[in-house]
C-alpha cells in the first residue's frame, strides 16, 4: 500500500517489493514494469497499479490511496 496526501506533487511506486517464494521465504524483488495509469492526487481516491516483478509468473497488485 502506498498512501499519499492530496497536498503532496507527486508519487513515486517501488523499484523493489517484498515476495514469498514458493519455499515460504521472504525475498526483495525487482518490479520491471508498472503500468501507467492516470493518477490524480489531488483527489481522494484509491487507485490499484499492476507491476510486473522478476521473479513472479503473475502480475502483483498495489494500492495507491490519496488522502486528504
Known amino acids: 500500500i502506498i498512501n499519499v ?12 517489493v517484498r515476495v514469498v517464494t514458493a519455499d515460504g521465504k521472504i525475498k526483495n524483488a ?4 508498472w503500468d501507467k495509469p492516470y493518477v490524480n492526487i489531488n483527489t481522494p481516491k484509491t ?5 510486473t516483478v ?6 502483483i ?8
Open 30 to 33: 525487482k518490479v520491471t514494469l
Open 47 to 51: 487507485y490499484y497499479i499492476k507491476g
Open 5 to 16: 496526501k492530496a497536498s503532496d506533487t507527486a508519487y513515486k511506486l517501488p523499484n523493489t
Open 54 to 59: 522478476e521473479c513472479l509468473s503473475d502480475p
Open 61 to 68: 497488485l498495489v494500492n495507491l490511496t490519496v488522502s486528504d
